[in-house]
Structures are given as structure tokens and as C-alpha cells.
């Protein structure tokens, strides 16, 4: 039972250019919903997160767009660099469950070309 | 802050065994999750600790076990080790009240044989 789905599993995009990556959801208890950036090697790293409550939150060149009525989310990156080039998971939390625990999707490895 | 350590980073198993993974947390940081992250797919939650007791599990076996220490170091067992166990085992932590504040370890990567 996949309760994050995420597209596309693998990016390529030219420096300078816009990644776009986006995930659904199914359990409509789910109320934050995070980005995380992993390296090879490492854990996932928090990038950046949004609450149901906004449709739209920026943080530099990241930029999280949500969907209530369509159950969906996406990140956009502008400007992509070379360094930014890790796989991405989309994740869900319902608070309402106590745990807090993180629902991740499968991933999307972006990588950025020169 | 020092982050989230975990050890070993590397492990090879056999079928049948047990094993125990190891994570240090930051102080302060008295939540605890285990993860794992089969080869390329996301991490999935195995279960949480808080104050040394559990308060969160996601569906894995019994097998899978944990301990938390008063010392912010918790353990993750798993037993009669099984060859689809094999995977990358991530510790994250946060402190109370800082329900979205995750910080993750690099991991223990398990491979069984």
C-alpha cells in the first residue's frame, strides 16, 4: 500500500533549468508534508516543507506548490545546479497519529548536467 | 550539535543471524525512529521511540526490535536475519516538541547473505 505516490523516478535537466518533481497522496489525515535531498552515502536531509493550510511556500530557488482538493504536491527547483543533483523524496506526516512518523515516496534521482 | 552517528556503517550477514545496529543522538533529542531503505526505494518506518518506551510501530515483525537509552543511544535488533532484511537502516531523532524536526543518520548498510 503506497500512500505517497512520486514522479517522475529519475530527472535530467541542463543547468540553469527547472526540476520539477511531483508526488499524490491518499490519506487525507496527512497535514505536513516535507521534501528531503539525499546524497549518496548519506541521510535524508530536510530541503524544505508545507502545511495544507498555503498553497505555495518558497525558500530560495526551492519552491513547494500544493494541491489540497487534488491530493497533490511537487517541488520546483530553479536555477538547477550540478550540486544539487541527489534523489529526492516527497513525505507526508499525519499528526493526528502521535508518532509523527514520515510516509516517503520511492524517490526521483535528479541529476543536473553542465 | 554533533548529529545523529550510527554504526556500523557496512555489516554482511548471514541468513538466520541476528544483528544490532547502533545510533547516537544529539542531546536533548529523546524521539527516536528507525528507517528502512531498500535499494532505491524511500525509507520506511519501522518504529519509534520516546523516554525508552515505544509509541510507534510500521509493519515489520516482531523480529524487528529496539532499545533507547537515557543517554540519547538507541539500538535496533533484528532477528533470523532474512535475505530481503538486506538494506540501508537509517536512525532519525528529534526533540519533544519539535515534531517535524528530523535529523537523520547516514545509516548502516546491511547486507544478507
Known amino acids: 500500500q503506497q500512500q505517497v505516490k512520486q514522479s517522475p523516478q529519475s530527472l535530467i535537466v541542463q543547468k540553469g533549468g527547472i526540476s520539477i518533481i511531483n508526488c499524490a497522496y491518499e490519506n487525507t489525515a496527512f497535514d505536513y508534508f516535507p521534501w528531503y535531498q539525499q546524497f549518496p552515502g548519506k541521510g535524508p536531509a530536510l530541503l524544505i516543507a508545507i502545511r495544507p493550510d498555503v498553497s505555495e511556500k518558497k525558500e530560495g530557488r526551492f519552491t513547494i506548490s500544493f494541491n489540497k482538493s487534488a491530493k497533490q504536491f511537487s517541488l520546483h527547483i530553479m536555477d538547477s545546479q550540478p550540486g544539487d543533483s541527489a534523489t529526492y523524496f516527497c513525505a507526508a506526516t499525519d499528526s493526528g497519529a502521535g508518532s509523527y512518523q514520515l510516509t516517503f515516496g520511492k524517490g526521483t534521482k535528479l541529476s543536473v548536467i553542465p | 550539535e554533533t548529529g545523529v552517528t550510527q554504526s556500523p556503517t557496512h555489516l554482511i550477514k548471514t541468513r538466520g543471524q541476528q544483528v544490532t545496529l547502533r545510533c547516537s543522538s544529539q542531546s536533548g533529542h529523546n524521539t527516536v525512529s528507525w528507517y528502512q531503505q531498500a535499494l532505491g526505494q524511500g525509507p520506511q518506518f519501522i518504529f519509534q521511540y520516546y523516554r525508552e518506551e515505544e509509541n510507534g510501530r510500521g509493519n515489520f515483525p516482531p523480529r524487528f526490535s529496539g532499545l533507547q537509552f537515557p543517554n540519547y543511544s538507541s539500538e535496533l535488533n533484528v532477528n533470523a536475519l532474512e535475505l530481503d532484511d538486506s538494506a540501508l537502516y537509517l536512525c532519525?531523532?528529534?526533540?519533544?516538541?519539535?515534531?517535524?524536526?528530523?535529523?537523520f543518520g547516514s545509516g548502516t548498510r546491511l547486507t544478507v547473505v
Open positions: 532519525a531523532s528529534r526533540r519533544t516538541g519539535a515534531n517535524y524536526g528530523y535529523t
